[in-house]
């Protein structure tokens, strides 16, 4: 049950009895007491009832809304909500905070003010079990929908199905058991050929790839770039593509990919190279330089994310997912999906930008290899 709906339960017991005691009223519904009295805090600042000490009891007459309306969770101010309803409540499940999510949050952030709904936010940790915590939690204090970056894989999703609110996956595409299920995401595999192309262009025909092994993105990047290569004519089989073990599983066996690329560039056997994500683009970037290979000249390269791809002493070309769209646009596709449960499913890939700085810059020459 979410929230308009024990919004209607209330006032449906208040016309009936006129009155109610939270504790025994959660019971009933099977919530928790802290749901109710939040429920009817929210009704009494609409004049549809007046608190007493336990509970609520029914108004003769409503009045209009009085005071500044609360702030929501993530900061600012929320519009006031449509006449004749509460505010909408979402949540938002994202991994992490601090890598990637912030733009995403920040996107969700500002269309939730623009629609007058607040926003909650919970993060994972990268934990299927704190997610579904997180998520239980949300569902408890009565949100109306649930934004979610799952992040296990996508046979584990099926969680999900019990969900009793309307829900969207963000930058993740639904697994086989979520046939309903919608979703916004980023195009990565039109981001990947795109980065590709761009190398091709610039004359690099030996184009290899550089993955973290633990990324949800991986498959879609490389998927990208193997069309990448096919479309300007390069053999995929004759390609180096190398995976990164997880940060902190093998330090020492993790840069050895790393080292694989930049021994393969001193040796002509590499021109150009799509690393995902900044972090290694960074780092291989810094093993060139210390064996004295140039870049973009021996090595062009494009990184992916754009998270701070542009800090590298040498300004990195990267790929960067419209984050800031992806959570906007995932905040209007489940308001849309509130407004009319019956309206047809929707599942929307947004494409990635591809800015590019010094570490490919057109000007540059290729490097003619031995």
């Not at 009933?28 to 805090?41: A, H, I, K, P, Y």
Request: negative net charge.
């Amino acid at each position: 049950m979410h929230a308009e709906e024990r919004h209607q339960a209330i006032l449906r017991r208040l016309r009936e009895h006129g009155s109610l005691r939270v504790t025994e009223f959660a019971e009933e519904l099977g919530v928790s007491s802290v749901t109710v009295r939040r429920d009817v805090e929210a009704l009494a600042e609409r004049g549809l009832l007046d608190r007493v000490h336990g509970g609520a009891v029914q108004r003769s007459g409503r009045r209009e809304p009085t005071g500044l309306p609360p702030r929501g969770p993530l900061g600012g101010t929320p519009r006031a909500a449509p006449a004749g309803g509460a505010p909408r409540t979402f949540g938002l499940i994202v991994p992490a905070a601090d890598y990637y999510y912030p733009d995403v949050i920040k996107g969700a952030r500002a269309a939730a003010a623009a629609r007058g709904i607040r926003l909650v936010l919970g993060i994972s940790q990268y934990s299927p079990a704190e997610e579904q915590a997180q998520a239980a939690q949300l569902l408890e204090d009565g949100v109306d929908g649930l934004l979610i970056t799952p992040c296990g894989p996508a046979a584990d999703q099926a969680w999900l199905t019990e969900l009793t609110v309307p829900h969207l996956l963000v930058e993740r595409r639904p697994g086989p058991g979520l046939a309903d299920t919608e979703s916004v995401v980023t195009d990565h595999v039109a981001g990947a050929l795109a980065a590709v192309r761009h190398l091709a262009d610039l004359g690099r025909r030996r184009i290899g790839l550089l993955l973290r092994e633990d990324s949800p993105h991986t498959p879609l990047v490389e998927e990208g770039y193997l069309a990448g290569l096919a479309a300007a004519g390069l053999d995929p089989a004759a390609a180096l593509s190398l995976r990164l073990s997880p940060p902190g599983t093998d330090p020492a066996g993790r840069s050895a990919p790393v080292e694989r690329f930049a021994d393969a560039a001193a040796a002509g056997e590499l021109d150009g190279a799509l690393v995902h994500n900044d972090h290694d683009a960074i780092v291989l970037l810094q093993r060139l330089r210390a064996r004295g290979l140039r870049v973009p000249d021996d090595l062009a390269i494009v990184a992916y994310d754009d998270e701070v791809a542009a800090l590298a002493d040498i300004p990195l070309s990267a790929v960067a997912p419209p984050k800031l769209a992806v959570g906007a646009s995932a905040v209007g596709l489940l308001a849309d999906r509130l407004a009319d449960p019956g309206r047809p499913g929707h599942r929307l890939a947004i494409l990635p930008e591809l800015r590019v700085r010094a570490s490919s810059a057109p000007t540059a020459p290729a490097h003619s290899g031995t």
